[in-house]
């Protein structure tokens, strides 16, 4: 979502046991899970109407028991009528208030066995499903349903921990194209001037991708990928505007293909919506702000990161809202490489160096760690530490571990979570496994720990011994952060580099250099997310 030398660093390698994600204060993802079911499937069909938002709908929820004895299935539902619930035909009793519907079962059920209910309801929602007109005046209706908004239009598990496949049925003016998750099962004429749409989404996604886009869309095809079809969804008025935006998206997607692993989904559709968030990366079909597609300059941003999102969001989600970095990070980060590819090391160093200001300027009015269990707001969470800081977290992993090792680690972590859920425990575990030594460290104190090193540098030229001696200082509130630090000194027309591991409030070393230096520079690739004054 957009809201918008390897040796010397084999030091951090060594530390105690994992970090399990759950350690320390309680987390403030407090949502109550249900252990005893599992959803596998959700079949939503509605209707829409030219006149009014109001919807008429039907969802069917098919889940599995976890344990025996379960009697009831709890869903989240807000701001819509239920006429009826019903399972196998017959009705079932239920109870909805609070945001919450509650379905009696007609027996209890043992583990492994599968239970199904249909629930009808109507209303205009309050959120979830936003039906108005575009820009152009022309009426659409688009679902937005990230963090929690699904269940303002289909009674669901809202939270990305229960993960399930999605059927859509939609009934509209045939004048319109519909567009969802998964692969185009049929669309017909209803032959009385409405169309029915069917999309089936058959590998598990998050309700927050379980979206529908409805519009007068001009659709054009984009080609093909490693065997996966693209489309572009746009308002006639902005089509040629958006074959300029994702003019690249073929690149950024075989990039990715071939970086992480194959494309988890059955197409990618890019689509100009009314979404008020910049990009969603909705699996298979990705929501775009229309406003993007009608102002000069057109920009690809944020094109290649909605993409990323698909393997790292869409396909390994985060069991947890506390540990969104595991989607925005990783989806910042794999933007920034596709960059890097395209354009080369200089790109990648620059694009991570402008990542650097909004890190510190965050951390300047909420100075705390990435993993934040005091933040409480989901919203909020859309923030520099789980977007940039997260970025940074690989970028330094991937300085730490080598190129070799990183990727194969993220090829590693992604074949093993992908159609399900990760959290930090899960990154640091495969991380660890294919360094074959502890992170425990390098974790705790990126993740866990709020900043980053605020070095103050100083540094004379000791001409008896032929030596530099660099003193450094971490004076930033907080704790201590140890890490390798590279240093740059111009020696003549040279450049000499050592590299020292910083880890103490103030610690000195001397440095054995073929001549005086003229200056220093510290982290001169930019690999070490810091702060730093040098002084001679």
Known sequence: MTHLPEQSSR??????????????????????????????????????????????????????????????????????????????????????????????????????????????????????????????????????????????????????????????????????????????????????????????????????????????????????????????????????????????????????????????????????????????ENASAIFYAEGAFQKEPITESPVPHEIAHQWFGDSVTPGDWDHLWVSEGFATYFDTLFYERLEGPEALKARMARAVGPVKEFHLKHPAPVIDPELLDISKKLNPSNYQKGAWVLHMLRRLLGDETFFRAVRTYYGRHAGGNAVTEDVQRVMEAEAGASLQTFFRQWLYQPGFPEYRVSWRWDARSRQAEVVFEQVQAGGLFDTPVELAFAVGDAQERRTMRVAERRQTVRLDLPGPPSSLVLDPDGWLLHAATVSR
């Open 11 to 280: 030091w951090l390698l060594v530390g105690l046991l994992a970090l399990g994600f759950r350690a320390g204060p309680a987390v403030a993802d407090s949502y109550p899970r249900q252990t005893a079911l599992d959803v596998l499937h959700y079949d939503i069909a509605l209707e829409l109407r030219d006149e009014s938002g109001v919807l008429t709908a039907t969802t069917g929820v098919r889940f599995e028991a976890l344990r025996d004895g379960v009697d009831r299935l709890r869903l989240d539902f807000e701001g819509l009528t239920v006429d009826a619930v019903s399972s196998g035909g017959r009705p079932r009793p239920f109870r909805h208030e609070n945001g919450r519907l509650e379905v009696e079962l007609d027996r209890p059920l043992l583990r492994g066995e599968i239970g199904a209910i249909e629930v009808r309801y109507h209303g205009e929602p309050e959120g979830g499903l936003l039906v108005g007109k575009n820009g152009h005046g022309r009426r659409v209706a688009f679902a937005e349903n990230w963090p929690d908004h699904a269940h303002r239009w289909f009674p669901c598990v809202d939270h990305p921990y229960d993960k399930a496949t999605a059927a859509f049925a939609v009934t509209a003016p045939d004048r319109f194209e519909v567009v969802a998750p998964g692969r185009l099962v049929e669309t017909r004429s209803l032959l009385d001037g409405r169309r029915l749409t069917r999309w089936s989404q058959s590998v598990p996604i998050p309700t927050y991708c379980m979206v529908v886009g409805v519009a007068e869309f001009a659709v054009a095809p984009a080609g093909m990928v490693a065997g996966v079809p693209l489309s572009l969804w746009a308002y006639p008025q902005d089509a040629a505007a958006a074959a300029r935006k994702f003019a690249r998206s073929a690149l950024a997607l075989q990039f990715l293909i071939d970086t992480v692993g194959p494309y988890p989904f059955e197409k990618l559709a890019q689509v100009q919506s009314t979404t008020r968030i910049g990009g969603m």
